[in-house]
């Protein structure tokens, strides 16, 4: 069967990119050998944020004497209903796809494994689909380290499948995955040993932010041991011991459940490319330039699969710059991105642009504006003092680097930072600016009135 263009996987934006295909014209095949949406659908935003709420409910519960709330009696996780909420959420989500894919005029679903014949043709459960064009969308798993193959491990996947709490739940890796499901479990009510090989938390921030984030972590009773191995795990019973090479010595560790949260690797290596003109870098990830088309003229790649951004919301813009490039102004490109995220722990971690260690390793001269939570009004009011805010500016152009928010609701007031990023424009636009009383936004001007050289700070 041909098609003008086979979008392979439906995470964020495979969905996208048929609809406007479809809109303008062309004859879609979309192919999905699972559910629908993907990791952040299915195994990634959407269930792991239901999570983080009913557990930053359990903590608030648990947490409010100091404001003047009394809650008598034990409070009571229930993880099964917990899930129950999730897979509703997540189940709402994918028949929302499952209806605009049926009512979307000139776009088949089809179901099943694609694997590349060729440029033009992919095989799907026996059967051959031709088209004109190519975009592959197929995300990421996560990635599993050896040593760990005879144990029954968990992943960010199948942790989520459980219906009762953990005793002891012991994670291997200390970035965004990991912390976010140790804080999580712990505040449902499991034990939690975070084991990261590293020197701190985080390892892509400024060490000041993975050491105020152990500090939060441990004040809340989780176990955090840095510079540490994993070397081996076993089965001891329904128990996994794992033996662990820190800087001393070997030390055992015996848990109920163990998480891997040891990254993620795309899933390129089972799709045939090897029959096509694709290639793929030194870690599998696919090769892309800065409008997302392959090394071969007729197929693109979107998504966690080319290494380009490990986020829906890169994914989505990756979408966007295809279709620009498809029906638009042809403007939109893939340098034109700065690098956001946040990890979402409480309080949350967000970044945007640059930090110092990026900034010293360019040699550029810049300014830092910094201010601990613990010094804003609203977070004082809120009892959520934990954190700091740094901004970063180059000191010849006054333009905005970068900057990392550690604090209650950076996540959102993040994008004060992001927004002025993309316009252009000098710090002084925000520095000038009249904010809303209280919040902590408002706190963004008075920390840029206030400038240091980064080198002195």
């Not at 590349?116 to 095989?123: D, K």
């Not at 840095?226 to 010595?249: H, P, R, Y």
Request: hydrophobic share 35%; net charge negative; proline share 3%.
């Amino acid at each position: 069967m041909n098609y003008d263009a086979i979008i392979i996987g439906t995470g964020q934006a495979g969905p996208s990119l048929a609809a406007s295909l479809a809109k303008n014209g062309s004859r879609i095949a979309v192919i999905e050998k699972s559910h629908l949406g993907g990791t952040c659908v299915n195994v990634g935003c959407t269930p792991t944020k239901a999570y983080v709420a009913s557990a930053r409910r359990a903590f608030i519960a648990k947490n409010s004497f100091e404001l003047g709330i009394e809650i008598k009696g034990d409070v009571q996780v229930n993880l099964k209903a917990i899930k129950e909420r999730k897979d509703k959420i997540v189940s709402d989500s994918r028949s929302g796809l499952e209806s605009m894919f049926s009512n979307t005029e000139h776009i088949d679903l089809i179901r099943g494994k694609a694997k590349f014949l060729s440029n033009t043709s992919v095989e799907v459960n026996g059967e051959t689909y031709e088209a004109d064009r190519f975009y592959i969308n197929v995300g990421a798993r996560p990635r599993i380290p050896e040593g760990f193959e005879h144990v029954d491990f968990l992943t960010n996947e199948s942790i989520l499948e459980l219906e009762s709490i953990p005793e002891h739940l012991i994670i291997v890796g200390g970035g965004y995955i990991g912390l976010e499901f140790g804080q999580m479990f712990s505040r449902f009510g499991s034990k939690v040993t975070i084991l990261d090989r590293g020197d701190q938390l985080l390892k892509n921030e400024d060490p000041e932010f993975g050491k105020a984030i152990q500090k939060i972590f441990e004040k809340e009773g989780i176990d955090v041991l840095l510079n540490s191995e994993c070397i081996t795990a076993e089965q001891n019973g329904e128990n996994v011991e794992v033996t662990i090479d820190g800087k001393k010595q070997k030390t055992k560790l015996q848990g109920s459940h163990i998480l891997l949260a040891t990254g993620r690797l795309p899933n390129t290596t089972d799709l045939g490319l090897e029959h096509t003109d694709v290639s793929l870098d030194d870690r599998d990830f696919i090769e892309v330039n800065d409008a997302l088309k392959t090394t071969a003229s007729n197929i693109w790649a979107l998504g966690d699969c080319n290494g380009k951004g490990a986020f829906t919301h890169t994914a989505y813009n990756d979408f966007q710059i295809v279709n620009s490039h498809l029906f638009g102004d042809q403007e939109r490109n893939l340098s034109d991105r700065f690098t956001c995220y946040a990890a979402f722990i409480d309080p949350p971690l967000a970044r945007v642009g640059m930090n110092s260690q990026d900034i010293e390793k360019a040699g550029i001269k810049a300014k830092v504006a910094s201010r601990p939570m613990s010094k804003i009004a609203r977070a004082k009011e809120l009892g959520e003092t934990q954190g700091m805010l740094k901004i970063y500016i180059e000191e010849d152009s006054e333009k905005i680097l970068g900057a990392t928010f550690l604090g209650t609701g950076a996540d959102e007031y993040i994008h004060t930072i992001l927004d002025q990023m993309y316009a252009k424009q000098p710090y002084t636009v925000i520095r000038d600016a009249v904010h809303i009383h209280p919040t902590v936004s408002e706190l963004l001007p008075t920390m840029l009135e206030n400038l240091k050289l980064l080198d002195e700070e």
